[in-house]
C-alpha cells in the first residue's frame, strides 16, 4: 500500500494542483475526500493533521504536510528528481515569483472570483475580477516570450498557476482576451500524466 495519502475535495483548486503534480510524477497515493460542506475538515480528527482545517492534506509515512504550496514543494524536491522544482538560484527564484501570483492575484482575483459565483461566497465580485484579470494580464506578457513560467520548462510554478486560470471563466472572468495564457493551458494539458479536475 502506498505510504501517500491525500485529503482533497472536488471542487479545491488547491487540492487539484496536487492530484496534477502526483499524477504527473507517476506516484500512487490514497484519496480520501473531505466534505467541506459537511464540516468534515472542522473536525477534531482532521484538525489533528491540519489546524487551519484546510485541504489539501499529505500524508507521506510520518510527515504530514498542509498548504498547497508546501505540498508541492515535498513533492518536487521528495520524488521530482529535481525536474520540477530547480535547484540553481535563478531558477528557483523564477519558481517562487509565480508561487507569489499564484498565491496573489490568482487566488484572490480568479480563485475569489469563482467562490462568489459558485458558492455564494460573499466577497467583491467586481474586485477579484479585476485583480484576476491584473495576475492574467502579467501571465500574457510573460508568455508573449515564454512558453513555461520559469526556468523554460514545466515547473511546480506551471502545477500552482493552471487550475485557477482554468478554471477563471466560472468565476466570469473570459480567456477570450488572453491568447497566450490560453495556448499556455493547452501545453500543460498536453504534459504527461495530465488529469481533469472533473468539475
Same mark, same amino acid.
Given at each position: ?8 475535495? !472536488?471542487?479545491?483548486? =488547491? #487540492?487539484?494542483?496536487? &492530484? ?18 459537511? %464540516? ?25 504536510? $498542509?498548504?498547497?504550496? +508546501? ?6 524536491? &521528495? ?10 538560484? !535563478? ?6 515569483? $509565480? ?9 484572490? %482575483? ?11 461566497? @460573499? ?6 475580477? #479585476?485583480? %484576476? ?10 508568455? #508573449?516570450?515564454?512558453? $513555461?513560467?520559469? +526556468?523554460?520548462? !514545466? ?13 477563471? @471563466? ?6 477570450? !482576451?488572453?491568447? =497566450?495564457?490560453?495556448? $499556455?493551458?493547452? &501545453?500543460?494539458?498536453?504534459?504527461? %500524466? ?6
Amino acid at each position: 500500500m502506498s505510504p501517500l495519502k491525500l485529503y482533497s475535495a !472536488p471542487l479545491s483548486g =488547491n #487540492a487539484y494542483k496536487i &492530484r496534477l503534480l502526483l499524477a504527473m510524477l507517476g506516484l500512487d497515493y490514497e484519496l480520501i475526500n473531505v466534505d467541506l460542506r459537511a %464540516g468534515e475538515n472542522l473536525t477534531a480528527e482532521f484538525l489533528r493533521l491540519n489546524p487551519r482545517g484546510q485541504v489539501p492534506v499529505l500524508v507521506d509515512g510520518d510527515t504530514v504536510i $498542509w498548504d498547497s504550496l +508546501a505540498i508541492l514543494v515535498y513533492l518536487a524536491r &521528495r520524488y521530482g528528481d529535481g525536474e520540477w522544482l530547480p535547484t540553481d538560484i !535563478p531558477g528557483e527564484t523564477q519558481v517562487m515569483q $509565480w508561487l507569489a501570483v499564484s498565491e496573489n492575484e490568482l487566488l484572490y %482575483g480568479l480563485a475569489r472570483a469563482r467562490a462568489v459565483v459558485l458558492l455564494k461566497r @460573499p466577497f467583491n465580485l467586481e474586485q477579484c475580477q #479585476a485583480e %484576476g484579470k491584473a495576475g492574467l494580464a502579467v501571465m500574457e506578457a510573460h508568455f #508573449a516570450e515564454n512558453a $513555461w513560467l520559469a +526556468a523554460g520548462k !514545466p515547473t511546480v510554478a506551471d502545477i500552482a498557476c493552471y487550475p485557477y486560470v482554468m478554471l477563471a @471563466p466560472m468565476g466570469e472572468i473570459s480567456l477570450e !482576451p488572453y491568447p =497566450n495564457v490560453r495556448q $499556455w493551458l493547452t &501545453r500543460v494539458e498536453a504534459l504527461p %500524466g495530465w488529469v481533469t479536475m472533473e468539475v
